[in-house]
C-alpha cells in the first residue's frame, strides 16, 4: 500500500480508506453465500441430470443378475449391432481425421476468399438436426432421390445399407476433428513452418515433421470426441438405416428396438455398453487435457 | 553508395563452397492488396557484411528481409545472390540461414535435433551420415555456448538460449548467407545487450554475409557495419553507423536516430536568419527561402548571455545523465531543448547564450 503513503495530501483520508479495504479482496472475488448458491445449483443439477441417468443405465442393465446381462450380448442381432457401429465409426474416424486436418490447415495457413463461408459451412453439421441431415442423403441417394436410378442401375445400394451409413456418420461428426484444430493452428501460426522450409525440408517433409506434431494432442482429441459421437449417433443414422435387423441396426438402434419390445434389461445392456465407450473416452479426454494442457491451449470450446 | 565487388566466386558451386555470397537487391517492389509495402528499393551488400534493416514499424524492412529469403516475393525486381539470380528460386533452393523473432523452434524437438533439423531432413543422397551430424550439432552448440543443453527441449530453455539454438539451426545447413528477423526484439533489455555482443563474435568467426532487421537504433548503429534505413516501403539511406549519425540524408533519418529539435529558419542573401538575426550557420549554398535546421539536443551548449544566439530559460530537468533544459530564443516563440552536465544549473529566466555545435540544414517541406 506505498501508493497510499505517498499520495498527495489533497486526498481525503477516508477515501484512501475505503480503497484500502476493497484492495483487501480481488475485486471479482465474491461472498460465500453467492459462492455457495452458485456451487450449489451446479452440483444438484449435474446430479439430477447427468450422473443420475449414468448410474441408473448400469443400475437396470444388472438388475436381472450377471448372467441376462451376458445374454444380450450373446444374441447375433445385438453382435452384428456391435460389429457394425465398429465397422461405421472405423471408416468415418479416419476419414473425418483426413478432411479435419485438411479443412483446418487450408484455413489456418492459407488467405482464400469464402474462407469464413468455408468455416460455417464445417459447423452447419453442428446446428443442423440429425435427422434433417439424414433426409437429404436419402433424398439425393434414396429410391426416389437424384441419383437413385443410377445408383439402381448400376446395382449399387447407399439408402438401407453400409454406406448410407457411413456417409451419415462422417456428416454428422464432420466439425470435431475440424473445430479442435482450427484454432490450435491459427493460434501456431506459419512461423514453424517457414522455419523448417528455410532449412531445406520440403512441403510434406514439413508437414510431417513440423505441422503434424505441433496439432497431434489436439487432433487426439479431436479424434475421441469424433469416435464418441460416431458410435452414439442416432438421427441421422436411423433414417438411413432402414432399420434391418441383423444388417443395418447400429448400437443406438439397436437399443431402441430393444426398449420398444419392452426387453428393457437387454436394453440397458447394450446401453450400458456404450454409455462406457463415452465413459472411457471422457477419461482419455480428460488425461489428455490434464497432461498436455499447453499444446491444446487455444482450442475453442464445445 | 558504393557498388559492391561480384560474389566470393564466379560459379555458383564454388560460391556456396567458399560459404558465403554478397546480396543485391533491385528495383524491388512489393504490393500487398494494393497497398505498397516496397517501392522500387535497390541495396548491395558485399560479401561477409553485417548490415542492419533499421526503419520503424510498417517501413517494410521485415517483408524486404523476407523477400530476400524467399519466404515472400516480391512484386516486381530482382534478387541477387553472388552472381546467381535468385528472384524465382524456391526458399529451399537459396539456402539461407533464416532466425525468426519468436525463434521458432521445433517444441516437440530436443536442442540437438532442432539443430541437426536441416541436415537430417535432406535426401538420402545428400544427408551427412549420423555421426557427422552429431559431430556438426556438437561443432554449432560450442560456437554458440550452449554445450551441456543438447538434450533439453526449448520449453526448458530462456529466451536468449533459444534464441542461440535457432541461430545454431540456422547456421548447421551451412547457408550462403544469413538473415536475422528482431532476432532480439523478445529478449530483455540486458539479454539483448549481451546477444549484441555475442552476434557481432559468431559474425566475425563465421564470416556469413549478414541482414538483420531491428527498429532498435542502439543495436543497428552498434552491431552493424552499414545500415540501411527505410521508411514507408522506400530506402532513406546506407551507411556507416558513423555517416548515418553524423551526416543523416533526411530530417527522418536524423529524427529517427534521435531526439532532434527542430529551428525554423530563413535563408536570404547567403545568410542563415533565426527570428530575423543572422546566424553563425553556413548556408552550404541552400535554396532561398524558409529551412529547417535539426539539432540533436547535446549538439547544443549554454554560454554566459552576450555571446551566441540570446536566449532565456524557459525550464529545466533532471535526467539520469544531467540536466535537460529548454531555452526559449530572445523576441521568438522557438524553444530548443539542450543537454547539459549536472553541475551547470540554471535558474528559470536565467539569460544566456546558445551555440549551436553542428546543425543541419533543410529546406521546409
Same mark, same amino acid.
Given at each position: 500500500?506505498?501508493?497510499?503513503?505517498?499520495?498527495?495530501?489533497?486526498?481525503?483520508?477516508?477515501?484512501?480508506?475505503?480503497?484500502?479495504?476493497?484492495?483487501?479482496?480481488?475485486?471479482?472475488?465474491?461472498?460465500?453465500?453467492?459462492?455457495?448458491?452458485?456451487?450449489?445449483?451446479?452440483?444438484?443439477?449435474?446430479?439430477?441430470?447427468?450422473?443420475?441417468?449414468?448410474?441408473?443405465?448400469?443400475?437396470?442393465?444388472?438388475?436381472?443378475?450377471?448372467?441376462?446381462?451376458?445374454?444380450?450380448?450373446?444374441?447375433?442381432?445385438?453382435?452384428?449391432?456391435?460389429?457394425?457401429?465398429?465397422?461405421?465409426?472405423?471408416?468415418?474416424?479416419? /476419414?473425418?481425421?483426413?478432411?479435419?486436418?485438411?479443412?483446418?490447415?487450408?484455413?489456418?495457413?492459407?488467405?482464400?476468399?469464402?474462407?469464413?463461408?468455408?468455416?460455417?459451412?464445417?459447423?452447419?453439421?453442428?446446428?443442423?438436426?440429425?435427422?434433417?441431415?439424414?433426409?437429404?442423403?436419402?433424398?439425393?441417394?434414396?429410391?426416389?432421390?437424384?441419383?437413385?436410378?443410377?445408383?439402381?442401375?448400376?446395382?449399387?445400394?447407399?439408402?438401407?445399407?453400409?454406406?448410407?451409413?457411413?456417409?451419415?456418420?462422417?456428416?454428422?461428426?464432420?466439425?470435431?476433428?475440424?473445430?479442435?484444430?482450427?484454432?490450435?493452428?491459427?493460434?501456431?501460426?506459419?512461423?514453424?513452418?517457414?522455419?523448417?522450409?528455410?532449412?531445406?525440408?520440403?512441403?510434406?517433409?514439413?508437414?510431417?515433421?513440423?505441422?503434424?506434431?505441433?496439432?497431434?494432442?489436439?487432433?487426439?482429441?479431436?479424434?475421441?470426441?469424433?469416435?464418441?459421437?460416431?458410435?452414439?449417433?442416432?438421427?441421422?443414422?436411423?433414417?438411413?438405416?432402414?432399420?434391418?435387423?441383423?444388417?443395418?441396426?447400429?448400437?443406438?438402434?439397436?437399443?431402441?428396438?430393444?426398449?420398444?419390445?419392452?426387453?428393457?434389461?437387454?436394453?440397458?445392456?447394450?446401453?450400458?455398453?456404450?454409455?462406457?465407450?463415452?465413459?472411457?473416452?471422457?477419461?482419455?479426454?480428460?488425461?489428455?487435457?490434464?497432461?498436455?494442457?499447453?499444446? /491444446?491451449?487455444?482450442?475453442?470450446?464445445? | 553508395?558504393?557498388?559492391?565487388?561480384?560474389?566470393?566466386?564466379?560459379?555458383?558451386?564454388?560460391?556456396?563452397?567458399?560459404?558465403?555470397?554478397?546480396?543485391?537487391?533491385?528495383?524491388?517492389?512489393?504490393?500487398?492488396?494494393?497497398?505498397?509495402?516496397?517501392?522500387?528499393?535497390?541495396?548491395?551488400?558485399?560479401?561477409?557484411?553485417?548490415?542492419?534493416?533499421?526503419?520503424? !514499424?510498417?517501413?517494410?524492412?521485415?517483408?524486404?528481409?523476407?523477400?530476400?529469403?524467399?519466404?515472400?516475393?516480391?512484386?516486381?525486381?530482382?534478387?541477387?545472390?553472388?552472381?546467381?539470380?535468385?528472384? %524465382?528460386?524456391?526458399?529451399?533452393?537459396?539456402?539461407?540461414?533464416?532466425?525468426?523473432? %519468436?525463434?521458432?523452434?521445433?517444441? %516437440?524437438?530436443?536442442?540437438?535435433?532442432?539443430?541437426?533439423?536441416?541436415? !537430417?531432413?535432406?535426401?538420402?543422397?545428400?544427408?551427412?551420415?549420423?555421426?557427422?551430424?552429431?559431430?556438426?550439432?556438437?561443432?554449432?552448440?560450442?560456437?554458440?555456448?550452449?554445450?551441456?543443453?543438447?538434450?533439453?527441449?526449448?520449453?526448458?530453455?530462456?529466451?536468449?538460449?533459444?534464441?542461440?539454438?535457432?541461430?545454431?539451426?540456422?547456421?548447421?545447413?551451412?547457408?550462403?548467407?544469413?538473415?536475422?528477423?528482431?532476432?532480439?526484439?523478445?529478449?530483455?533489455?540486458?539479454?539483448?545487450?549481451?546477444?549484441?555482443?555475442?552476434?557481432?563474435?559468431? %559474425?566475425?568467426?563465421?564470416?556469413?554475409?549478414?541482414?538483420?532487421?531491428?527498429?532498435?537504433?542502439?543495436?543497428?548503429?552498434?552491431?552493424?557495419?552499414?545500415?540501411?534505413?527505410?521508411?514507408?516501403?522506400?530506402?532513406?539511406?546506407?551507411?556507416?553507423?558513423?555517416?548515418?549519425?553524423?551526416?543523416?540524408?533526411?530530417?527522418?533519418?536524423?529524427?529517427?536516430?534521435?531526439?532532434?529539435?527542430?529551428?525554423?529558419?530563413?535563408?536570404?542573401?547567403?545568410?542563415?536568419?533565426?527570428?530575423?538575426?543572422?546566424?553563425?550557420?553556413?548556408?552550404?549554398?541552400?535554396?532561398?527561402?524558409?529551412?529547417?535546421?535539426?539539432?540533436?539536443?547535446?549538439?547544443?551548449?549554454?554560454?554566459?548571455?552576450?555571446?551566441?544566439?540570446?536566449?532565456?530559460?524557459?525550464?529545466?530537468?533532471?535526467?539520469?545523465?544531467?540536466?535537460?533544459?529548454?531555452?526559449?530564443?530572445?523576441?521568438?516563440?522557438?524553444?530548443?531543448?539542450?543537454?547539459?552536465?549536472?553541475?551547470?544549473?540554471?535558474?528559470?529566466?536565467?539569460?544566456?547564450?546558445?551555440?549551436?555545435?553542428?546543425?543541419?540544414?533543410?529546406?521546409?517541406?
Amino acid at each position: 500500500m506505498s501508493e497510499h503513503s505517498s499520495a498527495p495530501a489533497s486526498i481525503p483520508a477516508d477515501v484512501s480508506g475505503t480503497t484500502g479495504r476493497a484492495a483487501r479482496h480481488a475485486v471479482t472475488t465474491e461472498s460465500r453465500l453467492v459462492q455457495g448458491v452458485a456451487l450449489g445449483i451446479a452440483f444438484v443439477f449435474l446430479a439430477l441430470f447427468l450422473l443420475l441417468p449414468l448410474i441408473t443405465v448400469f443400475l437396470e442393465a444388472f438388475k436381472r443378475g450377471f448372467d441376462t446381462y451376458l445374454a444380450a450380448f450373446s444374441e447375433p442381432d445385438a453382435q452384428s449391432a456391435i460389429r457394425l457401429t465398429l465397422t461405421v465409426a472405423a471408416i468415418a474416424v479416419p /476419414l473425418n481425421l483426413v478432411f479435419g486436418v485438411a479443412a483446418s490447415w487450408a484455413i489456418a495457413k492459407f488467405s482464400f476468399p469464402g474462407k469464413s463461408f468455408l468455416i460455417t459451412l464445417i459447423d452447419l453439421p453442428f446446428s443442423v438436426s440429425p435427422v434433417v441431415s439424414g433426409l437429404v442423403f436419402v433424398l439425393l441417394f434414396g429410391a426416389q432421390g437424384y441419383f437413385g436410378p443410377f445408383l439402381q442401375a448400376h446395382n449399387i445400394s447407399i439408402i438401407f445399407a453400409l454406406p448410407g451409413i457411413v456417409i451419415a456418420t462422417v456428416f454428422v461428426t464432420f466439425p470435431f476433428v475440424a473445430r479442435e484444430l482450427i484454432p490450435l493452428m491459427q493460434e501456431q501460426g506459419n512461423t514453424d513452418e517457414e522455419a523448417a522450409l528455410s532449412l531445406g525440408a520440403s512441403g510434406f517433409t514439413t508437414f510431417r515433421t513440423v505441422t503434424l506434431p505441433n496439432i497431434r494432442w489436439g487432433l487426439l482429441y479431436g479424434v475421441l470426441l469424433c469416435n464418441a459421437r460416431a458410435m452414439g449417433e442416432f438421427g441421422a443414422v436411423a433414417v438411413v438405416s432402414g432399420h434391418i435387423r441383423g444388417l443395418t441396426n447400429t448400437m443406438p438402434l439397436h437399443i431402441e428396438i430393444l426398449y420398444n419390445e419392452y426387453n428393457i434389461a437387454a436394453a440397458f445392456a447394450v446401453a450400458s455398453l456404450l454409455a462406457l465407450l463415452a465413459l472411457i473416452t471422457l477419461a482419455a479426454k480428460s488425461i489428455l487435457e490434464w497432461r498436455f494442457a499447453d499444446s /491444446l491451449a487455444g482450442r475453442g470450446g464445445h | 553508395m558504393q557498388t559492391p565487388s561480384p560474389g566470393v566466386a564466379g560459379t555458383r558451386s564454388a560460391a556456396v563452397q567458399a560459404g558465403t555470397v554478397g546480396i543485391r537487391v533491385s528495383g524491388i517492389g512489393k504490393e500487398f492488396r494494393g497497398s505498397k509495402a516496397l517501392d522500387g528499393v535497390d541495396l548491395a551488400i558485399h560479401p561477409g557484411e553485417l548490415i542492419a534493416l533499421l526503419g520503424p !514499424s510498417g517501413s517494410g524492412k521485415t517483408t524486404l528481409l523476407r523477400i530476400i529469403a524467399g519466404l515472400e516475393f516480391a512484386t516486381t525486381g530482382s534478387v541477387f545472390f553472388g552472381t546467381e539470380d535468385a528472384t %524465382h528460386l524456391t526458399v529451399q533452393q537459396r539456402r539461407v540461414g533464416f532466425v525468426f523473432q %519468436h525463434y521458432a523452434l521445433f517444441k %516437440h524437438l530436443t536442442v540437438a535435433d532442432n539443430i541437426a533439423y536441416g541436415l !537430417s531432413v535432406r535426401p538420402r543422397k545428400e544427408r551427412p551420415p549420423q555421426a557427422a551430424i552429431r559431430r556438426k550439432v556438437q561443432e554449432l552448440l560450442e560456437l554458440v555456448q550452449l554445450d551441456g543443453l543438447d538434450r533439453r527441449y526449448p520449453a526448458q530453455l530462456s529466451g536468449g538460449q533459444r534464441q542461440r539454438v535457432a541461430l545454431a539451426r540456422a547456421l548447421a545447413v551451412e547457408p550462403r548467407v544469413l538473415l536475422l528477423d528482431e532476432p532480439f526484439g523478445a529478449l530483455d533489455a540486458k539479454v539483448r545487450k549481451d546477444l549484441r555482443r555475442w552476434l557481432r563474435d559468431i %559474425h566475425d568467426r563465421t564470416g556469413h554475409t549478414t541482414i538483420f532487421v531491428t527498429h532498435d537504433q542502439d543495436e543497428a548503429l552498434e552491431l552493424a557495419d552499414r545500415v540501411a534505413i527505410l521508411a514507408n516501403g522506400r530506402l532513406e539511406q546506407v551507411g556507416t553507423p558513423d555517416e548515418i549519425y553524423e551526416k543523416p540524408a533526411s530530417p527522418f533519418v536524423l529524427s529517427f536516430l534521435g531526439d532532434t529539435v527542430a529551428l525554423p529558419v530563413e535563408v536570404k542573401g547567403g545568410k542563415v536568419l533565426l527570428a530575423g538575426d543572422p546566424l553563425d550557420v553556413d548556408p552550404e549554398g541552400a535554396a532561398e527561402g524558409r529551412a529547417t535546421i535539426y539539432l540533436r539536443p547535446n549538439e547544443v551548449t549554454l554560454a554566459p548571455y552576450g555571446t551566441g544566439i540570446p536566449g532565456i530559460i524557459a525550464s529545466q530537468r533532471r535526467t539520469v545523465n544531467g540536466r535537460r533544459v529548454e531555452v526559449r530564443v530572445a523576441f521568438s516563440d522557438v524553444l530548443i531543448e539542450v543537454e547539459v552536465p549536472a553541475e551547470q544549473t540554471w535558474s528559470v529566466n536565467d539569460r544566456v547564450g546558445l551555440h549551436l555545435r553542428k546543425a543541419r540544414l533543410f529546406p521546409a517541406d
